[in-house]
């Protein structure tokens, strides 16, 4: 399914977690082990420029946190990032350079990666953000199922099928993907790079690269 692999996804230098990254093929691979890499590389991150702030939490000297956000670890907020009045990261999340966890936006389980925008309203769970992808205001993951079985990856445009043994699992957005406002991105979710979704879609599967998702289940490729 190579709509969905890492290497079609990403461009992993934009990210702390590179290294985790690497050893798999496909990302919501990565989302067990999240945890675990930051309490890991947290210690090893330059006190010069991070400062931890409680018990696996590590946040850049050079970040914006305001005083109303509630950080629970394992965390990194990476250099200039802005976390803003009243965000939860609720833990196990990892917030690139220069991305922006808005008002009342939650984190749970994820890799932002840098220059992320989640700015206003939105639920990130279980889910991987590539460089420079937005989710507009309203816009959430979907991370379990209604009926509780395991995710499987559904890829329309080949016909392939992936069961990935994972209860929760939200949505792995590529490079430079928009969602619309208010959109839901349901479970097993995966948007190749340079994507746009249109307000108000639900969207579920793999959507190719370069593509339109329009909210009528419609995947028609950028002009």
């Known amino acids: 399914m190579e709509n969905a692999k890492i290497s079609n996804l990403y461009d992993l230098n934009e990210t702390i977690a590179k290294e985790y990254l690497e050893q798999f093929t496909y990302p919501w691979e990565a989302l067990k082990g ?3 890499f930051i309490k890991k590389l947290g210690p090893t991150l330059d006190p010069e420029k991070f400062e931890k702030r409680g018990e696996d939490i590590w946040v850049a000297k050079s970040a914006k946190v305001a005083p109303t956000a509630c950080l629970n670890g394992p965390l990194i907020i990476d250099e200039e990032a802005e976390v803003r009045h009243c ?3 609720r833990g196990s999340a990892i917030v690139g350079k220069g991305s922006v966890v808005g008002n009342s936006t939650e984190l749970k389980n994820d ?3 840098n220059s992320v925008q989640v700015p206003h309203y939105n639920y990130v769970g279980d889910s991987i953000l590539g460089y420079k992808s937005h989710m507009g205001a309203g816009s959430i993951t979907s991370n379990v199922k209604s009926d509780k079985t395991l995710v499987v990856v559904k890829d329309k445009t080949t ?3 992936i069961e990935t043994g994972l209860k929760k699992f939200g949505a792995m957005l590529g490079d430079f993907v928009e969602v619309g406002c208010n959109s839901v ?4 979710t995966v948007i190749g790079s340079h994507s746009n979704v249109y307000p108000l879609s639900m969207v579920r599967g793999v959507v190719p690269a370069n593509s339109i ?6 995947i028609v490729e950028k002009q």
């Open 159 to 161: 016909g392939e099928e």
């Open 111 to 113: 890799i932002i990666f």
């Open 34 to 36: 999240i945890s675990e």
């Open 213 to 218: 998702y329009k909210n009528k289940n419609e």
């Open 87 to 89: 965000a939860f990261v």
């Open 185 to 188: 991105l349901n479970p097993g």
